[in-house]
T-cell receptor, first 116, second 116 residues
């Protein structure tokens, strides 16, 4: 299994500012993902955080808006840049510890972001 | 295109009733995984089950059971003798090796309300 922590757990930010969310895992993991959950909605994949290379973004998400770092196998950050109220969401980090599909994907507790 | 369809947006039952949550998925992969997650009002995602595409055996865990039918591309979830603590949003998700690199495609979720 994997234990995941996220910082901050919640924040209230002003529009136009940026917030960096940290995801820390207690063990080395193969894959890390960032998801967004807008109020009352499902989870949508933002990007796959690749260790040592640029993140792979899903359609509708761009690096300038959501820059991602993954300096090692246990840590990643997601920055929400130039925020607007539409960015108010829960942002969740998830990890896939092993290789392939035959593994449970673990989720962090999420970061609840409100943009005023 | 939506790969996971949860047609039921909201379900309300009285305690002790049985309830089935529907999930229909779409994939071209022969190897894939299906998941159910529970998201209580507190917001964290609770893993319930993972089932691979080669295992069509139904599974029972306490009051929970899952019916996987590849012929109809469905992976339905039944709660027997529902309890108030079952009130939550339930998400069905699909993981494919080819299209999503093991990330999860979530359905829109079914909000279950169990009243005393």
């Amino acid at each position: 299994s994997a234990v995941i922590s996220q910082k901050p757990s919640r924040d209230i930010c002003q529009r136009g500012t940026s917030l960096t969310i940290q995801c820390q895992v207690d063990s080395q993991v193969t894959m890390m993902f960032w998801y967004r959950q807008q109020p009352g909605q499902s989870l949508t994949l933002i990007a796959t955080a690749n260790q040592g290379s640029e993140a792979t973004y899903e359609s509708g998400f761009v690096i300038d808006k959501f820059p991602i770092s993954r300096p090692n196998l246990t840590f990643s950050t997601l920055t929400v840049s130039n925020m607007s109220p539409e960015d108010s969401s829960i942002y969740l980090c998830s990890v896939l510890p092993g290789q392939g599909l035959n593994n449970e994907q673990f989720f962090g507790p999420g970061t609840r972001l409100t943009v005023l | 295109a939506q790969k996971v369809t949860q047609a039921q947006t909201e379900i309300s039952v009285v305690e002790k009733e049985d309830v089935t949550l529907d999930c229909v998925y779409e994939t071209r992969d022969t190897t894939y995984y299906l998941f159910w997650y529970k998201q209580p009002p507190s917001g964290e995602l609770v893993f319930l089950i993972r089932r691979n595409s080669f295992d069509e055996q139904n599974e029972i865990s306490g009051r929970y059971s899952w019916n996987f039918q590849k012929s109809t591309s469905s992976f339905n979830f039944t709660i027997t003798a529902s309890q108030v603590v079952d009130s939550a949003v339930y998400f069905c998700a699909l993981s494919e090796a080819q299209d999503s690199g093991y990330a999860l495609n979530f359905g829109k979720g079914t909000s279950l309300l169990v009243t005393p």
